[in-house]
């Protein structure tokens, strides 16, 4: 079943990786060419997932889109990575006043999440791709935080951490030779499922207009758009929504199924 589900859900990240690499080099058309004579065109040979109001091929800007999700997702995780691990990893090794500090640090960081954190940062750079990227990165830092955090502490106490110490070792070598190795596995499934969480919160940040601008399509965007017409072309809302959903399906299922293969206990 494990590996079912890594099977499944690196199928799925896949075809999405995939389909954003396609995009760089070739769409059935324009992502933002403009044919009014054939606009809110349901799906047809010419035009697999149809057209939206200004006659825009809705699977080219669905495969353009998805470049701009998973750049997000990866700068914003990466981003919080690079905070959040060393924070967590800084706390473990020190512990006393400097965990307890660093750790309610990131407690007060989960009271302003990706959505307000878009808005403060919106007020003050405008809005774009960039504004999302430093909200989400924010807001996952402090998660990678608390996982590094715990996973370390676990190790700290092992007999060859403890023989390390005795040997005369200084914590930043321990926490590079022992800590980090040991705790790899566990960072990488919580980084696989920030990257579904970033995918979503993307998706919901240009939804509200925080996101990239026109005429860079987006997934959240694609969905806002398509309000008007729900009920005369629901095909509007079909594909970008079934894109977001088998985006994060697939990063879950591919977390889930790391963590399941990780864990020495199943």
Do not use: C
Not at 4 to 24: D, E, F, K, P, Y
Not at 88 to 111: N, Q
Not at 219 to 237: E, H, S
């Amino acid at each position: 079943m494990t590996n079912m589900r890594i099977l499944a859900g690196g199928a799925i990240t896949g075809v999405i990786l995939v389909l954003a690499l396609v995009s760089l080099v070739w769409t059935p058309y324009g992502p933002t060419a403009i044919d009014i004579l054939h606009r809110l065109s349901g799906p047809t040979e010419a035009h697999p997932f149809g057209t939206d109001a200004f006659g825009r091929d809705i699977l080219s800007m669905i495969m353009v889109g998805a470049q701009n999700s998973l750049i997000v997702a990866l700068v914003s995780v990466a981003l919080g990575s690079l905070i959040g691990i060393p924070v967590g990893l800084l706390a473990a090794a020190r512990g006393g006043w400097t965990e307890e500090v660093l750790m309610r640090g990131a407690d007060l960081t989960f009271a302003f999440p990706a959505l307000l954190t878009a808005v403060m940062i919106t007020a003050l750079r405008g809005p774009g791709a960039y504004t999302v990227m430093i909200a989400i990165g924010i807001f996952t830092a402090p998660v990678l935080a608390r996982v590094t955090r715990a996973a370390a502490g676990v190790i700290w106490v092992q007999d060859y951490a403890r023989a390390a110490r005795a040997l005369g070792r200084g914590k930043p070598a321990i926490t590079a030779i022992h800590i980090l190795p040991n705790i790899l596995s566990v960072l990488i499934v919580q980084i696989t499922i920030q990257l579904s969480l970033a995918i979503l919160a993307e998706a919901a940040l240009s939804f509200v207009g925080l996101g990239a601008q026109p005429p860079a399509p987006s997934w959240g965007r694609m969905l806002n758009d398509a309000q008007t017409y729900i009920y005369t072309a629901p095909f509007l809302t079909l594909f970008p929504g079934l894109a977001i959903a088998l985006a994060v399906l697939g990063l879950n299922m591919l977390g889930d199924g790391l963590r399941d293969a990780f864990d020495l206990r199943a």
